[in-house]
């Protein structure tokens, strides 16, 4: 900012002290601050739209991470709930084979037992 308050300082120095008349000196000073302000808008409008170019390509990039990081997440979430799937069938099977096994070995020995009852 200092800098453009010089080089105002120095054109507005040099156009007063320039061998013109009091009229054309303050036109000519007027058109001069005219175009530097046309300048100035012109370069923030620049920078704006570089920076809504820039912000767009952000956003875009973090969506697509952002998908990506969601896919990652549900492939393993499927995977994991395949495989706690698969872990509650293998023991519900495990259990239903040990209360079978079980429920054989109490029937073998009530059998058993009446059997050594119908001996005596």
Request: hydrophobic fraction near 35%; avoid cysteine.
């Amino acid at each position: 900012m200092s800098f453009l308050r010089g080089v105002l300082a120095g054109l507005a120095i040099g156009y007063l002290t320039a061998p013109r008349s009091g009229k054309d000196t303050r036109d000519k000073l007027t058109q001069r601050a005219n175009d530097l302000q046309s300048q100035w808008e012109e370069g923030v409008d620049q920078v704006k739209s570089q920076i809504d170019r820039l912000t767009g390509k952000a956003e875009a990039k973090a969506d697509q991470y952002a998908t990506k990081a969601e896919q990652v997440f549900d492939k393993y979430k499927n995977e994991t709930q395949s495989a706690v799937n698969e872990k509650q069938a293998r023991a519900k099977s495990n259990y239903n084979s040990t209360v079978d096994n079980a429920a054989d070995a109490a029937k073998s020995g009530i059998n058993h037992a009446e059997d050594a009852l119908k001996l005596n």
